[in-house]
């Protein structure tokens, strides 16, 4: 059985930094397209960030620069490392594998929340 | 601003039939991709409800169902349940941008 399990959200101050993991099993990370979506409070889905099995990476624009994906085929694990936080950052945090490529999301995690706050 | 456009809300009676839009443009529906739906209930984690326009996974009641024409898809949903209320989603991929877009949800209640 496919499962993703996040780990890492909490309360940081402006400026500072967070990284997320995203616990596999069932599943191969490294063969599989593996993304991080976000959801501002009260707000919609959006895609930040997807590591792609051959090793390519992308970001939404917002967040370049600042924030870095990575995997750990060893421990079938991926990471985001979230640098220079923003308020506008906070958001819960959901790791997202799309396990054929295709573009769309067939397992989720529970999502982890990330709080920017003074 | 979302790249793909829903309605804010929906509402239904149970039993009734409801339909969420999904308005995108030439760069993202309107360029052949394939349009993807989520629903996501109170406090939990989107889950897919359908892929490629019109394909449910395993465990998805066949009261959901999605088409796409042009630049815009429809989720449909009949029969409606108490346990349809949530948040459904619409998703892409746009070529100008780059990357993979969602629709900003709509909701659905059930009366």
């Known amino acids: 059985e496919v499962h993703l399990v996040e780990s890492g959200g909490g309360l940081v101050q402006p400026g500072g930094s967070l990284r997320l993991s995203c616990a596999a099993s069932?599943?191969?990370?490294?063969?599989?397209?593996m993304n991080w979506v976000r959801q501002a409070p009260g707000k919609g889905l959006e895609w930040v960030s997807v590591?792609?099995?051959?090793?390519?990476?992308y970001y939404t624009d917002s967040v370049k620069g600042r924030f870095t994906i990575s995997r750990d085929d060893a421990t079938n694990t991926l990471h985001l490392q979230m640098n220079s936080l923003r308020a506008e950052d906070t958001a819960v945090y959901y790791c997202?594998?799309?396990?054929?490529?295709?573009?769309?999301?067939?397992?989720w995690g529970q999502g982890t929340l990330v709080t920017v706050s003074s | 601003q979302s790249v793909l456009t829903q309605p804010p809300s929906v509402s239904g009676a149970p039993g009734q039939k409801v339909t969420i839009s999904c308005t995108g443009s030439?760069?993202?529906?309107?360029?052949?991709?394939?349009v993807h739906w989520y629903q996501q209930l109170l406090g939990k984690a989107p889950k897919l409800l359908i892929h490629?326009?019109?394909d449910r996974p395993s465990g998805v009641p066949d009261r959901f169902s999605a088409s796409k024409s042009a630049t815009s898809a429809s989720l449909a949903i009949t029969g409606l349940q108490a346990d349809d209320e949530a948040d459904y989603y619409c998703q892409s991929y746009d070529t100008s941008l780059g990357i993979v877009v969602f629709g900003g949800g709509t909701k659905l209640t059930v009366l």
């Open positions: 030439t760069s993202n529906i309107g360029a052949g991709y394939a």
């Open positions: 590591i792609y099995a051959g090793g390519h990476i």
């Open positions: 490629d326009n019109n």
């Open positions: 069932g599943f191969t990370v490294s063969s599989s397209y």
């Open positions: 997202a594998a799309d396990l054929e490529g295709y573009n769309y999301f067939d397992e």
